[in-house]
Structure formats: structure tokens, C-alpha cells
């Protein structure tokens, strides 16, 4: 699994990175929780769904925000977190000109990042979007949300109430021309402690379903 170093806009970017021979095989990004509460690329959950997307073909890249592992730089509140995204998936197009397809996956704050990065990159086709914490981050900039996409939450999760997802999924529902799916996990917990292979199957059933119907979308 080879390590990648980006040029982010604080420095050296620390990455993973799996590439797919196939010139048009999709990209994949992958976003961890927060950097100030051990969130990391090697997260239980970004490490998961990383090699669901690989062995679903796609070229994967998953990363350090600024100030985890060997990122250089600070925690910035989410704006640097979302500089650094962006220079992410900069790196990961200009290494796949062709990719058929472009996705993004966060979980917890990389989810919020995640949505972020999908409002300023109409390129993005789909993104996974794994307890998105819409008690504590204002989301009110998905209008309208640009791309079709799953959130996913568990029924036991104290960190992420599931009715604050639930609402937010009804506000985006209202949308024409999108889809948002929304999955809730009995027993799941906010990190999905022992329920990592549930979570794995159903952001597996949903990405096969798009790759599918792709020429749909």
C-alpha cells in the first residue's frame, strides 16, 4: 500500500494511496473524524470502506487532515481541513485524468468536510457519508445538494442523534433531481463497534447499485 506525500496549503500531506491499472477506473476520497478527538486515515471505518472502493476497482486515496500522523500544520476549525480535501482530490484527479468516476466518503467531522467538498466540485458523483454530525455543524450550505448519495447512522449512536440525521435527510429529500438514501444500523453505536461488517454491506449493496445504474445517473 503505498504511501503518498501531497503538497497541501500547510505543507506535506500524508497519505494512502491504491491505484487501479484501468485508465478509466472511478477515484475514491476518503475523509477521517476529528483530528482533535483521534481521528485519523488508519479510522476502523475509513479503513473499511478504503478497501470496499478498491476492490470495487476504484483508485482510493485516503489521508491525514493538517496536524495528524505526518500532516504538517494545525487544526483550522474545518476551513484548512477543507483546503486540505480539495488538495487531496487535486493530487488524486491530475493522477486519474480519466476517471469515469468521482466519489467521496467521510465519516463523523470528515462527513461534514465531505458535504463541503461536494458543493464546490460538481465533478463528485456520489459520496458515503457516514454519521454525519448534523447536531453540531450547520449544513444549511447543501442548498441545493449537488449529487445523489447514502447517509448512514446507527440507532444507538450518543454522539450523533439519529433523529438529527433523520431531519436532515427530509431537507434534502425535498430536492429534485437527487437521491439521498438513508440507513440506519440496529445496534450501532457511533463508531459502529462490532458492527463494522453490517456498515461495510450495506455502503457495498449501494455502490454496486449506483456503478449498476451509473449510465443512469
Not at 3 to 10: H, R, S
Not at 60 to 84: A, I, K, P
Not at 97 to 109: D, K, L, R, T
Request: hydrophobic share 35%; with cysteine.
Amino acid at each position: 500500500m503505498p504511501e503518498v506525500i501531497i503538497n497541501g496549503p500547510e505543507g506535506r500531506i500524508e497519505g494512502r494511496y491504491r491505484h487501479n491499472n484501468s485508465a478509466a477506473a472511478p477515484i475514491a476520497l476518503f475523509l477521517h473524524p476529528h483530528p482533535q478527538h483521534g481521528g485519523t486515515m488508519n479510522n476502523k471505518v475509513i479503513y473499511t470502506l478504503y478497501y470496499m472502493f478498491v476492490r470495487r476497482g476504484f483508485s482510493c486515496l485516503r489521508f491525514n487532515f493538517r496536524g495528524v500522523g505526518r500532516s504538517q500544520g494545525t487544526f483550522s476549525r474545518g476551513e484548512g481541513e477543507l483546503s486540505d480535501a480539495a488538495a487531496a482530490l487535486d493530487w488524486l484527479q491530475e493522477y486519474n485524468e480519466n476517471a469515469g468516476q468521482c466519489w467521496i466518503a467521510g465519516f463523523s467531522f470528515g462527513a461534514w468536510i465531505g458535504m463541503q467538498l461536494l458543493m464546490r466540485r460538481p465533478e463528485i458523483a456520489g459520496f458515503i457519508s457516514v454519521a454525519p454530525p448534523a447536531n453540531m455543524y450547520d449544513f444549511s450550505f447543501l442548498a441545493p445538494c449537488p449529487s445523489s448519495g447514502i447517509m448512514i447512522t446507527g440507532n444507538k449512536d450518543d454522539i450523533v442523534p439519529p433523529d438529527s440525521v433523520e431531519k436532515l435527510v427530509e431537507k434534502l429529500r425535498q430536492q429534485r433531481g437527487i437521491r439521498i438514501d438513508h440507513t440506519t444500523i440496529p445496534g450501532a453505536n457511533h463508531f459502529f463497534t462490532n458492527k463494522m461488517e453490517q456498515l461495510e454491506k450495506e455502503v457495498a449493496s449501494y455502490v454496486d447499485e449506483r456503478l449498476l445504474n451509473s449510465t443512469d445517473d
